[in-house]
């Protein structure tokens, strides 16, 4: 997803155009290579399926409110327990997170929500945003459901390159009304996005009460279909998934450049799809693909039990 050398997997996806065709050498696909003494992960290849629409609950819309700042939280919700839980697990770790709740329209919990990380596959989100609002055919439908539950580089390459790379970011940022999200400083590094988990909250917010019915509902039953294991044979489940006893669509993504690793968890979570939460993690070189999944897990479920389900 990021920039990758030889030994480890990209977090950026790279987008190679030889005689008209794009290709990508790395991204939040390529499965990672495990650090030194570490098991390597065995994945469970799943196949190319279509995911089914049905319709989503109904569901008020809220308002956006942007008063988090960091360290916030609602009674008995403390991002401190978050940052110990996750840095117990990789004392390194460096966490941006915000839980809101779209009942009340409040952000009951805010950590570094305004600090940029890479985006590695979040950016999928964005690119399915995109794609729809300027009219996508059922060919480019389905695909957009297999590139955001199996989190399919292949797919977001295409589709990055067909609606303009950085341009697409351009103009999310502006339809969305996104304030911390950049393009990548290289057109073709797709999973170099910089963004904020405040904007992740933000996308969501979207999807949730400004898309189409149908868009709407594409988005969210790919995302609450998302398999334990990506395209590329990642384990996909961690963070939201393992940490939090309750229903959920997710949006996950992981990779590493020349200087960090990074893995995020976001979704929407509980009944009727209360919760938006994200996660956003950040951590040193050579941590290792299984422990920095754990710290994320471990973040996600110091709010297991905490989070009201009506």
């Known amino acids: 997803m990021l920039f990758s050398s030889a030994r480890r997997v990209a977090l950026v996806g790279t987008?190679?155009?030889?005689?008209?065709v794009a290709a990508l050498t790395s991204a939040c696909g390529a499965r990672p290579t495990a650090s030194v003494a570490e098991p390597?992960?065995?994945?469970?290849?799943?196949?190319?399926?279509?995911?089914?629409?049905?319709?989503?609950?109904?569901?008020t819309p809220t308002p956006t409110k942007d008063t988090g700042t960091p360290n916030k939280g609602a009674p008995g919700l403390d991002a401190n327990l978050l940052v110990a839980a996750a840095t117990q697990v990789e004392p390194?770790?460096?966490?941006?997170?915000?839980?809101?709740?779209?009942?009340?329209?409040?952000?009951?919990l805010s950590y570094e929500a305004d600090r940029q990380f890479r985006s590695a596959s979040l950016v999928k989100l964005m690119i399915a945003i995109d794609v729809l609002s300027r009219g996508a055919n059922e060919n480019?439908?389905?695909?957009?459901?297999r590139m955001l539950s199996l989190s399919d580089d292949d797919i977001a390459s295409a589709l990055w390159v067909q609606d303009g790379g950085p341009a697409l970011v351009t103009r999310?940022?502006?339809?969305?009304?996104?304030?911390?999200?950049?393009?990548?400083?290289?057109?073709?590094?797709?999973?170099e996005v910089k963004l904020t988990a405040h904007d992740m909250v933000r996308v969501y917010q979207y999807v949730m009460d400004r898309l189409p019915a149908a868009d709407h509902t594409l988005i969210v039953d790919a995302l609450g279909q998302a398999p334990e294991y990506a395209a590329d044979g990642f384990r996909q489940?961690?963070?939201?998934?393992?940490?939090?006893?309750?229903?959920?669509?997710i949006?996950?993504?992981?990779?590493?450049?020349?200087?960090?690793?990074?893995?995020?968890?976001?979704?929407l979570v509980g009944a009727k799809w209360r919760y938006i939460v994200v996660l956003l993690t950040q951590h040193p070189l050579g941590s290792g693909w299984r422990t920095c999944s754990k710290s994320v897990?471990?973040?996600?479920?110091?709010?297991?039990?905490?989070?009201?389900?009506a």
Do not use: C
């Open 15 to 20: 987008v190679v155009v030889a005689v008209g």
């Open 40 to 59: 390597v992960l065995v994945p469970q290849r799943t196949p190319s399926t279509t995911v089914v629409s049905t319709p989503p609950p109904s569901i």
């Open 92 to 108: 390194n770790t460096t966490l941006g997170a915000v839980v809101y709740d779209r009942v009340t329209g409040q952000e009951l």
């Open 140 to 145: 480019d439908r389905q695909r957009i459901a």
């Open 172 to 191: 999310v940022v502006s339809l969305v009304g996104l304030q911390g999200t950049e393009p990548p400083e290289v057109s073709g590094k797709w999973g």
């Open 237 to 249: 489940h961690f963070g939201i998934p393992d940490g939090l006893n309750m229903q959920w669509a």
């Open 251 to 267: 949006k996950q993504g992981w990779g590493n450049n020349d200087s960090a690793m990074v893995l995020h968890s976001t979704g």
């Open 297 to 309: 897990t471990a973040a996600a479920g110091a709010l297991d039990g905490l989070l009201p389900e």
